[in-house]
């Protein structure tokens, strides 16, 4: 993934208000990320648990979405695989992400939520950078570059689903 700056990120969102995209909070750091390690940029709202955020190109251009995270914990005690990258968690390491649809089928208050690293470092996890808390991330036939093509394409999936309503209209 390229560099992001602020505006570009808070110029991406599709499924809030142009306040609300100006009022997150954005990551620490956006300069010392790893950028050309990442598939997507994802963050955990660190003034708000309930809520994160995920950049990624999709269709040619730069599309955000904010996620609301459950505020329940998870049983330490049950292994969770995340949909888009594939790595197994312990307990809490994967939640359940919703996100509003964007459009009319957002205001109406339609929403798309998938299973995803809660700490959405799927890229870094994929590519060795980052281990599972208590569980190891099981061998796969698959070359590196088939299991980031994998992640990309599952995380298209997901933000085809949000865009659903836009997409249509264009």
Same mark, same amino acid.
């Given at each position: 993934? $390229?560099?992001?700056?602020?505006?570009?990120?808070r *110029?991406?969102? /599709?499924?809030c208000?142009?306040?609300?995209?100006?009022?997150l909070?954005?990551?620490?750091?956006?300069?010392?990320?790893? #950028?050309?390690?990442l598939d997507?940029?994802? #963050?955990?709202?660190?003034?708000?648990?309930d809520?994160?955020?995920l950049?990624?190109?999709?269709?040619?251009?730069? /599309?955000?979405?904010?996620? $609301?995270?459950?505020?329940?914990?998870?049983?330490?005690?049950?292994?969770? /695989?995340?949909?888009?990258c594939?790595?197994?968690?312990?307990?809490s390491?994967?939640?359940?992400?919703?996100?509003?649809?964007?459009?009319?089928?957002?205001r109406?208050?339609?929403?798309?939520?998938?299973y995803i690293?809660?700490?959405?470092?799927c890229?870094?996890?994929? $590519?060795?950078?980052?281990k599972?808390?208590?569980v190891?991330?099981?061998?796969?036939?698959?070359p590196?570059?088939?299991?980031i *093509?994998?992640?990309?394409?599952?995380l298209?999936?997901f933000?085809?689903?949000? $865009?659903?309503?836009?997409?249509?209209?264009?």
């Amino acid at each position: 993934m $390229r560099p992001l700056n602020e505006t570009e990120i808070r *110029a991406s969102f /599709v499924n809030c208000s142009k306040g609300e995209a100006r009022r997150l909070n954005l990551p620490r750091g956006l300069a010392e990320l790893p #950028w050309e390690e990442l598939d997507f940029l994802g #963050w955990r709202d660190q003034g708000a648990p309930d809520r994160a955020y995920l950049v990624a190109e999709h269709r040619g251009e730069l /599309v955000g979405v904010t996620l $609301r995270v459950p505020s329940f914990r998870r049983s330490m005690t049950k292994t969770n /695989v995340c949909s888009l990258c594939v790595t197994a968690h312990a307990g809490s390491g994967v939640a359940l992400l919703t996100a509003r649809r964007a459009g009319a089928a957002g205001r109406e208050g339609n929403t798309v939520g998938t299973y995803i690293c809660a700490d959405l470092a799927c890229s870094l996890y994929v $590519r060795g950078r980052k281990k599972s808390a208590s569980v190891t991330r099981p061998d796969e036939s698959l070359p590196l570059e088939d299991q980031i *093509a994998r992640t990309v394409l599952n995380l298209d999936a997901f933000l085809a689903q949000v $865009r659903t309503d836009t997409l249509a209209a264009s």
